[in-house]
């Protein structure tokens, strides 16, 4: 309770840390549409996006979200992932833009193809880069946190891109209390990450409080899956190879993370509810990230790639 | 684990409040050897992260054949090679009573700037000292830096007791010194506790090798400390951040309550217009609320149609902020390139952002010693901390850092790198009357210039805009 000195009549009730987290980010939300030309909210359709998006909808009720949303498309998305992002832009009433490497898809680029460093280099940060440039945006919220890996627990809330959209980690602004430095020149940019300071466990309680929608694939389903350098591959589409999917079976998982289906392994798992994902996560020995291949491309691979201007 | 019930734990978790510390000590004091435990011994740490640790402590540890709990800390490939943690890293763990946000600083090079940057939003400091030196200069500095910062509860942790036999004489001698300094510095809560991060002694659990020591374990304290009563509840002060207008009945102030308490029917005053309303309804996305408290965020309507913009402020009108347009500060420089007298900073403070031009540097603060060197040549280069007044292009609204941490910060902006160049906590109003700076401010004469009158409220509406960015236009119309 809060001895609140001059005045007896309220007792209010301190503030829970999710409060105090969803607070802060409100106000960092703000903050970039009040100082920005013309931000954008990146839109990745995972669990953490999700968040973020009720967050920015809650910072302007009752009026509406004064930014898009947009989504990179590598085309490797599950579809159940597009199925959903397309339901709830249009549900809560979001301007959704989506946009893809069209040269690189054309050309054939993939996963099983060309591998994970080439795929995502393509598909994902040369795609967001070109669309950033495309529609000039001068800011991109991403559903980052600074828990999920160690280059990331030092990237500011406001994190500078130069006008090749590389990050500096060496020389990144000082950022103090709650005052933000939002300018930058012509071409140059900020990220921008409101949920920084949430855990993977805040995030759930968060989904389970609010009964944000998430995409059903969180949950354990029996699914088509193949056994690939020890991750669980789900058979999504046609694309993978015949070889491959032959050898699929029906197994009962679900998945932690969500990104591109020949890169996000499951796990077995008979998680059906927020608390059941909850229980498994505490319970389990491996950490979000292990299930994402990209991330053991090499070493300090997620700094490289922020370096180079991936999120 | 196995008997959880997982919905009494999510429920219990989510009454959770959240600490947000600093540690302060040098590569030497073991300080990244005590977050790595913290964080090991509160079961934060997956089993893969142990894996990976294991394999890296082999390879490039220094603990031998010990885990080396500092690689879990050190994040970015540069330091790893070089050994040391170059920037500010947060890291997250929670108890079953609290959440907990670290931030972990390096205790050398770059110190002041990168300690300031990740102490300006801890509730509590963990001051680290080796036992077998004592308090030493860093002690000074960093407990300096605290105190500046107004971090209100620290810790002093006498690490490596293991290394002097767990000697009560010797943590005795240490806290003493402590006082000693603490003389010196406003820092209000201290706790001293004897430790060995190493072997884990009293940082988790009570240790039975100190026996003499009646306190709690470090975890314990952190646990426990209240920090409710840190935040400030008397002064009310709204800066609006956005108007918010979703259609022609709305019209809303969203911000975030910075400090005080604001309930619905509340007589408020805004800034600087000085005109007054009641508060007709305090709006967020889950419903009205009858009264809001800092740090939330919510959207105020009133019942007078008056015109507020962002960088106003509401407060109540028997507790009104300085409001004034000559400071007085600690400035504290960030940026490589010194301090230009001549350069017109920007500066943002609150939701609010104008010009700023640095009058004097009164005097400078060697952080080692504590000193005063009245002799500045109204120069500051990186690391430097100084008091000087300045001058701005539009008032503030502002209180002491002391009584108001959120509307006594400051930063100023470089015009033309756009670094953040410095971070300033105010003390007051200067006294000087310091007009010698002017600020160019452009003038349009709108009828002059044979513009039509149907344009001038687009031209307003522009130069509005250019205001809250800092540029100031004087229109005539």
């Known amino acids: ?311 | 684990m196995a008997n959880l019930d997982i919905k009494e734990f999510l429920d219990n978790d989510e009454q959770k409040d959240l600490l947000r510390l600093l540690t302060a000590g040098s590569v030497d004091d073991g300080k990244s050897t005590l977050i790595g435990r913290l964080l090991f011994d509160s079961k934060k740490l997956y089993e893969d992260q142990l894996d990976a640790l294991q394999r890296d402590s082999k390879r490039v540890g220094n603990a031998g054949e010990n885990i080396d709990y500092a690689l879990l800390t050190d994040g970015l490939k540069a330091e790893r090679e070089q050994g040391i943690t170059i920037d500010v890293a947060y890291r997250y763990f929670s108890t079953n009573k609290r959440k907990f946000i670290i931030a972990d600083t390096p205790g050398h090079e770059q110190y002041t700037r990168n300690m300031i940057t990740g102490g300006s939003t801890a509730n509590l400091a963990i001051v680290l000292v080796d036992a077998r030196t004592g308090v030493i200069t860093q002690t000074r500095r960093h407990s300096y830096l605290i105190s500046l910062l107004g971090i209100k509860h620290v810790v002093l942790a006498v690490n490596k007791m293991d290394l002097m036999n767990f000697d009560q004489e010797v943590f005795n001698k240490i806290v003493e010194e402590y006082k000693i300094l603490l003389k010196d510095l406003n820092i209000p809560d201290v706790t001293y506790i004897p430790i060995s991060a190493l072997d884990g002694d009293n940082v988790v659990d009570k240790s039975s090798r100190t026996p003499w020591y009646d306190g709690p374990a470090l975890l314990d304290f952190i646990e426990c400390v209240p920090i409710d009563k840190d935040r400030n509840y008397e002064q009310f002060r709204y800066p609006v951040q956005y108007v918010l207008r979703p259609n022609l009945d709305f019209r809303g102030f969203c911000g975030k309550v910075a400090s005080g308490i604001v309930k619905k029917g509340d007589t408020v005053m805004s800034l600087p217009s000085g005109k007054t309303s009641k508060v007709k309804s305090i709006v967020t996305y889950d419903g009205e609320l009858e009264m809001a408290m800092p740090p939330q965020c919510v959207t105020l309507t009133l019942e007078d149609e008056i015109d507020i913009s962002r960088g106003d402020m509401l407060v109540h009108v028997d507790n009104m902020p300085t409001v004034s347009r000559n400071i007085e500060a600690m400035l504290v420089w960030m940026d490589e390139e010194k301090l230009d007298m001549d350069k017109q900073f920007y500066i943002k403070h609150t939701t609010r952002t104008t010009r700023a031009f640095i009058d004097t540097v009164q005097y400078k603060v060697n952080v080692n010693t504590m000193e005063q060197i009245a002799e500045t040549n109204n120069i500051m280069q990186l690391n430097e901390i100084a008091k000087v007044s300045f001058s701005v292009a539009q008032e503030l609204f502002f209180d002491k850092y002391s009584d108001n941490k959120q509307t006594g910060s400051f930063i100023l902006i470089d015009p033309i790198t756009n670094n953040t160049s410095a971070v300033g906590m105010i003390t007051g109003e200067s006294t000087k009357d310091k007009s010698t700076n002017s600020f160019s401010v452009i003038t349009l004469d709108l009828p002059s210039l044979g513009i039509d009158e149907e344009h001038y409220m687009a031209i307003e509406k522009v130069c509005n805009s250019l205001s809250r960015q800092g540029v100031d236009v004087n229109l005539i119309k």
Request: glycine fraction near 4%; proline fraction near 5%; charged fraction near 30%.
């Open chain 1, 1 to 311: 309770m809060i001895d609140v000195a001059n005045n007896k009549t309220i007792s209010p009730q301190r503030l829970s840390h999710l409060k105090e987290l969803e607070a802060e980010a409100i106000h960092i939300i703000r903050e970039v549409a009040a100082e920005f030309e013309n931000p954008v909210m990146l839109y990745s359709i995972g669990k953490d996006s999700s968040v973020m998006v009720r967050l920015a909808e809650k910072a302007f009720a009752p009026g509406k979200v004064p930014f898009p949303l947009m989504h990179i498309d590598s085309k490797w998305k599950f579809n159940e992932m597009i199925e959903f992002r397309d339901n709830y832009a249009e549900k809560f009433g979001w301007n959704l833009i989506v946009e893809h490497n069209k040269e690189a898809f054309e050309a054939g680029v993939g996963p099983f193809t060309h591998g994970s460093k080439v795929h995502t280099d393509l598909m994902k940060t040369k795609a967001l880069l070109a669309a950033m440039d495309k529609h000039r945006f001068d800011a991109a919220f991403g559903g980052a946190r600074r828990d999920e890996e160690k280059s990331r627990a030092k990237e500011r809330i406001f994190s500078f891109r130069d006008k090749f959209h590389q990050w500096d980690p060496k020389n990144q602004r000082p950022e103090l209390w709650d005052i933000y430095n939002a300018r930058v020149h012509k071409g140059e940019s900020i990220r921008v990450f409101p949920i920084s300071n949430w855990t993977e466990l805040d995030v759930w309680q968060y989904i389970r409080l609010e009964n944000i929608p998430i995409v059903p694939l969180y949950f354990a389903k029996e699914r088509p899956v193949v056994e690939m350098d020890g991750n669980l591959i789900m058979v999504d589409d046609e694309r993978m190879p015949k070889e491959l999917r032959d050898q699929a079976k029906m197994r009962m998982v679900r998945f932690r993370t969500l990104g591109c289906y020949p890169l996000t392994g499951a796990i077995d798992s008979s998680a059906n509810s927020i608390e059941e994902v909850v229980e498994e996560m505490m319970t389990i020995t491996k950490s979000e990230r292990t299930t994402r291949v990209i991330d053991f491309d090499q070493d300090g691979s997620m700094e490289q790639k922020k370096r180079e201007g991936y999120f």
